[in-house]
């Protein structure tokens, strides 16, 4: 799908970054500058599609983005040795998440640039790209672009998924290789305390101890407690414990940043979870509405499907189907839908579409006739339909 330039949209951005990033050199909204983010988002995208590791990272402004990991200790000159030995080794592996990104590519997933903005009080353009995989489903990565010496490049990326920016994930790690003496002279108080208390609670998650992991981090009562990054991974967490927990979970989270666009993707699954699907699709809407992203006309339908309003999912699929002919998860929600309304005459158009597409006809067979794990066939019906017989052969 072709970028759009867009205006004022996801102003949630501007309030993070503004103060983070204000000293970085201004780029004015020019024609000639649209022109570079653009040709600098295809680049991206191009780079992931094509695993050029090396692409991607080429433009990588990794001083900025170093710089900002080590943020917290900068100024510290007893610590300079420290941080630059930390920022090698963290730098000269920075290559696995573009090949992270690119290995979801090839196994099915999405990485599209989708739209750019200017924002004139930051003094500088964003970058958003669609992130969509099985494993995760639709996240968002706004880029912040840079002008390095000329060429334009990106410094960081406000990931929706974590509710960070990957700088301020880094700096974590950053904060927790930090001796303890150390790390106690740059975080007062209580904070560090729960700093601690929250590295605990990682590393108990890491060793396969959820629960107690999950203890820990409810134990933490100060300022941390309220942050985006620790409720994201509390929720993370819960989620491998009971549906109690992790409604739990959420519902702290909505309740600390019901505001936050970011979150939209999050409390979606907890809205369905609880069977609430009116505000399940609300929320996407609203999503839909501060990225201007039509791919997500495919969570509408996913939506209106578990709500059994199978029309209207089917219009939605269908939609996705005609815009995204290569995302086959659209043609099976059609065909579920459809099915469910013994539309089987449209199921079929699509099938032919498919075959046409170059699909192998056998394959389909087998994937419309198979068990899924639990041993249902929701297209069962489908499968027994006169329409099908006569279009197996």
Do not use: C
């Not at 958003?128 to 000329?150: A, I, M, Q, T």
């Not at 629960?211 to 409720?231: P, Q, R, T, W």
């Amino acid at each position: 799908m072709p970028a759009q330039k867009l205006r004022f949209i996801l102003p949630f951005i501007l309030l993070i970054t503004t103060a983070l990033f204000s000293q970085v050199n201004p780029i004015e909204e020019t024609e000639d500058n649209d022109k570079k983010v653009e040709e600098l988002g295809y680049f991206i995208e191009t780079s992931i599609h094509e695993s050029n590791n090396e692409g991607y990272i080429s433009k990588f402004d990794l001083d900025d983005f170093g710089k900002k990991i080590t943020k917290m200790t900068n100024d510290d000159k007893e610590q300079y040795f420290f941080s630059q030995g930390f920022l090698k080794g963290l730098l000269e592996g920075i290559d696995e998440y573009p090949k992270k990104l690119s290995a979801h590519v090839e196994n099915g997933g999405y990485y599209d640039f989708i739209s750019y903005r200017y924002e004139s009080e930051a003094k500088t353009y964003y970058m958003l790209f669609r992130f969509f995989s099985e494993e995760s489903g639709v996240n968002y990565h706004d880029y912040r672009v840079v002008d390095n010496n000329g060429e334009f490049k990106f410094s960081d990326l406000y990931i929706y998924l974590s509710g960070e920016h990957l700088s301020d994930t880094f700096s974590r790690m950053y904060m927790t290789a930090l001796p303890k003496n150390k790390l106690a002279k740059f975080l007062k108080g209580d904070y560090f305390g729960d700093y601690e208390k929250f590295t605990e609670a990682v590393n108990l998650n890491r060793s396969g101890k959820p629960a107690k992991a999950y203890k820990v981090l409810n134990s933490i009562k100060g300022e941390l407690a309220n942050e985006k990054f620790l409720l994201l991974i509390k929720i993370q967490i819960s989620y491998q414990l009971d549906d109690e927990s992790y409604i739990a979970a959420i519902e702290e989270l909505k309740e600390k940043h019901n505001n936050d666009p970011t979150m939209y993707l999050t409390l979606v699954d907890y809205y369905i979870l609880k069977e609430e699907y009116d505000r399940a699709f609300d929320l996407i809407d609203n999503l839909q509405i501060e990225t201007n992203d039509d791919f997500l006309y495919y969570m509408k339908g996913n939506v209106e499907f578990l709500s059994d309003d199978y029309e209207s999912a089917s219009n939605y699929y269908a939609y996705i189907i005609e815009n995204y002919p290569d995302f086959f998860q659209g043609y099976a929600g059609y065909l579920i839908a459809t099915t469910k309304q013994q539309k089987y005459d449209d199921a079929i158009t699509v099938l032919n579409k498919l075959v046409e597409l170059e699909y192998d006809k056998d394959a389909i067979i087998e994937y419309l006739e198979e068990d899924d794990e639990t041993g249902i066939n929701v297209l069962e019906d489908l499968v027994k339909s006169d329409a099908y017989k006569t279009w197996k052969g």
